[in-house]
């Protein structure tokens, strides 16, 4: 994506409206990149799945939107999901990728139970929640438009999904748990200069004096 000089205006107004409309959502969000990048140190993953070109965090390898490429190649490294980043559609365009795999993990509003008056779409079967905590994990909506790194009010909750043969090391456990409790007010960015990441902010223009 954005790869094409002749496509770029409408690849780019094509995802300015595609984030507005997943900032309409209630049930959206846009997780901190520290919460994102802990999680991606913690499991190795360099896939991220789940929003659109202007919010993923530009520290991973590869980026994805359902079946859709942002950047880089699909690998077999490790995979963070944004569920809630993702339509319906999409979500079960890739639920059998993630069903057939046991490399990934999931962030999402608190699903319903299956029996709820108002039934989620179901994480993939045999996954695993290994939390379900409150916290400022995610960014104010429409923090693409004014580049603030304030996260939303404390309180809002968070699951954690893997998939049903992978394991958690208690370290890394209590890692990602404390950074979903904290109340923090602001995103903890930690630029830093190599990969894609240095592109991203090559382009914004920090870092460079």
Known sequence: MFSNPESF???FHSEI???ESLDENPTYRSFSWQVLRKASELFGAKTYIGETGLT???FFSNARR???TMWGVLDDSPVITNWNGLDPTEQVKITPTLETSNNWIIFTHPLGAEDAVTPTTP???GAQRILHRKGKAGKERGWWRTGTDKLASYGLETEVWIS??????DSNFIALEALLQ???ETDLLDMRFEGVESIYWAGTGIGLD
């Open 66 to 68: 359902g079946t859709k």
């Open 182 to 184: 904290t109340k923090s």
């Open 17 to 19: 409206l595609l984030q």
């Open 9 to 11: 205006k409408v690849d």
């Open 123 to 125: 994480i993939p079967k």
């Open 164 to 169: 049903q043969n992978s394991t958690i090391p």
């Open 56 to 58: 993923t965090p530009p």
